[in-house]
């Protein structure tokens, strides 16, 4: 056990006979380490767009039901009543009434 750590510690392991196996064990697992940062960083990158997207997608939806409340108030009959007043139309006094058509039925 001794002996192995000091191999390691001295980087023998290296230059031994049995060198290439050791690295290309060492190149594998680096190009692993390497597949994993990059994965890491993919998924970091992606949970910070998704709270960018969900904060816009919030205020979005505040100012659609914004719009929609100023909306509904101009749909309104005494704000509608208000603007034509100001351009000095006004309702008529007098209620509509129905025309009634009849026809004549041929014989």
Known sequence: MKYRLLNVLRGTFLVSDDAPKNWLFIIFVSFLAAV??????????????????????????????????????????????????????YPSEIPPQKIKVKTQQAN
């Open 36 to 89: 994993m940062i990059s994965s890491s960083h993919s998924a970091d990158k992606k949970v910070h767009q998704i709270a960018t997207l969900s904060e816009e997608v919030k205020e979005l939806r505040n100012e659609y039901f914004d719009l929609h409340k100023d909306v509904q108030r101009m749909k309104l009959e005494s704000k509608i009543t208000q603007v034509l007043q100001e351009k000095e139309l």
